[in-house]
C-alpha cells in the first residue's frame, strides 16, 4: 500500500502548468522543476502562469533571473503574457560568465 506522505512523481515534460499550485508554492516549483528539466536533457521549457495581474509572472520570472541552469527566458508572445519560455543551460552546466 501507498504511504500518502511519499512524494508523487510526476513526468517532467517541456510544458508546466503552475495553475494547480498554490501561489507561495510556485517559487520552489519553479526552481525544482527547471532544475528537473535539466537533469532530464530538456534545453528548452515553458511555465504557464496565467495572465491575471502579473503577480504568478513575476513569481515565475524572479525565480528563473536567479536559477544558475537558465540561460534566457522570455514572454511567450503568443500567449499575450500567460507563460514565459526559458532556456536551459548545455548539458555542460550552467553558464560561468556573461558575453555581454
Do not use: C
Request: no cysteine; glycine share 8%; proline share 8%.
Amino acid at each position: 500500500m501507498n504511504d500518502p506522505t511519499d512524494p508523487v512523481r510526476i513526468p517532467i515534460e517541456p510544458v508546466l502548468d503552475l495553475h494547480p499550485f498554490a501561489p507561495r508554492d510556485v517559487k520552489s516549483v519553479v526552481e525544482e522543476y527547471v532544475t528537473a528539466a535539466w537533469e532530464a536533457g530538456l534545453r528548452e521549457v515553458r511555465l504557464i502562469h496565467g495572465r491575471g495581474r502579473g503577480v504568478q509572472r513575476g513569481i515565475v520570472q524572479a525565480a528563473l533571473e536567479r536559477h544558475p541552469l537558465v540561460a534566457e527566458f522570455w514572454d511567450a508572445t503568443e500567449t499575450h503574457l500567460g507563460a514565459t519560455v526559458a532556456r536551459l543551460a548545455d548539458q555542460a552546466g550552467p553558464s560561468t560568465g556573461s558575453a555581454d
